[in-house]
Nanobody, 120 residues
Framework: QLQLVESGGGLVQSGGSLRLSCVNSRFTLDYYAIGWFRQAPGKEREGVSCISHSGDTTNYADSVKGRFTISRDNAKKTVDLQMNSLKPEDTAVYYC?????????????WGQGTQVTVSS
C-alpha cells in the first residue's frame, strides 16, 4: 500500500512562499504520476498541478501558473510543490496523490493533507 505524507504547510502572508513536500517512505514513486490537489472550505476539491512519473511533463491549473512549480526526486521518493506569490485565495488543505496509470488518473493513493493559510 502506497502511503503518502504531505508536509510544509503553514500560515504565510500574501505574497509569501511555501514549499510543500509529498513523501513516500516505503516504496518507490518511480511508476506513479503525482498530483497536488486542494480543497478550500465550502468548495470542491480542485487539481493544482501534476507531474509525470519521469518528471518530463507537468501541468498546472490556470490559477497557479507562473507562481507554483512542481518537481520530483525519485531517488528521494519526494514530490515538491514550490508556491510563490501566494494569495489569500490559495488558502486550502493541500493533498498529494499518486496515479499508477498516468497524469490523467485515476489517483488511487492520497495523503492526509496539509493546511495552507494565506493572510491578506
Amino acid at each position: 500500500q502506497l502511503q503518502l505524507v504531505e508536509s510544509g504547510g503553514g500560515l504565510v502572508q500574501s505574497g509569501g512562499s511555501l514549499r510543500l513536500s509529498c513523501v513516500n517512505s516505503r516504496f518507490t514513486l518511480d511508476y506513479y504520476a503525482i498530483g497536488w490537489f486542494r480543497q478550500a472550505p465550502g468548495k470542491e476539491r480542485e487539481g493544482v498541478s501534476c507531474i509525470s512519473h519521469s518528471g518530463d511533463t507537468t501541468n498546472y491549473a490556470d490559477s497557479v501558473k507562473g507562481r507554483f512549480t512542481i518537481s520530483r526526486d525519485n531517488a528521494k521518493k519526494t514530490v515538491d510543490l514550490q508556491m510563490n506569490s501566494l494569495k489569500p485565495e490559495d488558502t486550502a488543505v493541500y493533498y498529494c496523490a499518486a496515479a499508477p496509470g498516468g497524469m490523467v488518473g485515476p489517483y488511487d493513493y492520497w495523503g492526509q493533507g496539509t493546511q495552507v493559510t494565506v493572510s491578506s
